[in-house]
Structures are given as structure tokens and as C-alpha cells.
């Protein structure tokens, strides 16, 4: 392990069970090690935790919006909405729950319509998605936990915060790469 990461690591233990004692079960699932490597400060992590479920929640809960189709990420109070929908007042019900959702500073939505016979489906998907990850993950270059890969009709959308703008660019170039991938969108940010 890196001196940085170790660090990282010491200053994370205290403040996590804090936090965990503070957040109740909201934190039970983050190990130290994403904490440890994630590019956001402690509360800023938890916050944005804490937007993506309440999203999670209101999609679950409304009729119109359906939560497997959509999901949110929340990085510094941003959400992307990332999906597909079946109708235009589907996708703006969405954008609207996650506007209204407390904390949320913007929401930017990647979503297309469904289409009901594609040359990409599920499983095509699903694979694409997990090769990419794969690719990321092989990169030296790239901190592949900080990358977020998400996969609609074969397009590619890269989520997160990296460290250098270098970083950022590495990983999509590397999504790219990845046979059968139509297209790359990226949504990283870096700390520079």
C-alpha cells in the first residue's frame, strides 16, 4: 500500500465509526477501503450515499418511475440519473424526484428510450459493462474503484471522481478500446 492510501486509512477509522454510530445502518455497507480511496471527504461521501438512496427510494415508491430502469449517482451533490425509460413523462418525473431530493445541487440525466428489439441487449450489456471494468481495472494508470461504468444499448457511461484530468482521459480512452462499445460518455471529474 501507497504511504498516501495508509494514511488515508488512519484518518478514515475514526471518523468512519463515528460516523456509522451517527449514520446507523446507512454505513454498514462502505468498507474502509472505498473510503480510504474515494477522491471525496468523509461527509461528502456519506452525503452523497444518503442522496442516491433517497433517490433510490422516491423511484421505488412513484408509479410512474420504474427503479430498475433508472438509477442515481450522486458525486459532490451532482446526480446523474443513468437508464433507459419508456416515456418522455417518465423521464421527467425522474428528473423532477431527483431535483427535489434535499442536497442535491444538480441533476443531469443520461437516460434513452427503451427500444424493445436492439442489437444490444441485457446480457450484451451487462458483458460490455463488465469487460470495461476489466480494461479499467488492468490500467496501472487508473484507481478503477474511483470509475463507475454503466452500460445502456452497448454505450458506455463513465461516472466519478478521479484524481488527475489524465486519469479521466486514460479511462476513456480504454472504454473506447473495448470491442463493441457504440459510444463512451464520460462524467468524471478530477480533484485537479
Avoid: W
Avoid at 480494461?135 to 458506455?156: F, G, M, P, W
Wanted: hydrophobic share 40%; glycine share 4%; proline share 2%.
Amino acid at each position: 500500500m501507497t504511504r498516501r492510501i495508509l494514511h488515508r486509512l488512519l484518518l478514515v477509522t475514526l471518523p468512519l465509526l463515528a460516523a456509522t454510530l451517527l449514520n446507523g445502518c446507512t454505513m454498514a455497507a462502505v468498507t474502509i477501503y472505498q473510503l480510504a480511496v474515494d477522491e471525496r471527504k468523509i461527509g461528502t461521501y456519506i452525503d452523497d450515499k444518503n442522496i442516491e438512496a433517497a433517490i433510490a427510494s422516491k423511484f421505488h415508491e412513484d408509479e410512474r418511475v420504474r427503479p430498475l430502469d433508472l438509477s442515481a449517482f450522486s458525486y459532490n451533490g451532482r446526480v446523474f440519473l443513468v437508464g433507459q425509460y419508456d416515456s418522455t413523462k417518465q423521464k421527467a418525473r425522474a428528473v423532477k424526484i431527483a431535483r427535489q431530493t434535499p442536497g442535491v445541487k444538480s441533476v443531469t440525466a443520461h437516460v434513452l428510450p427503451r427500444r424493445a428489439l436492439s442489437k444490444c441487449g441485457n446480457i450484451d450489456t451487462a458483458a460490455l459493462e463488465v469487460k470495461v471494468k476489466g480494461y479499467l481495472i488492468a490500467d496501472e494508470h487508473i484507481r478503477a474503484t474511483n470509475v463507475k461504468v454503466e452500460s445502456l444499448q452497448c454505450n458506455i457511461v463513465l461516472l466519478g471522481i478521479v484524481e488527475t484530468r489524465r486519469e479521466a482521459s486514460q479511462a476513456v480512452a480504454c472504454a473506447k478500446n473495448v470491442e463493441g462499445v457504440r459510444s463512451v460518455t464520460s462524467y468524471l471529474r478530477s480533484t485537479q
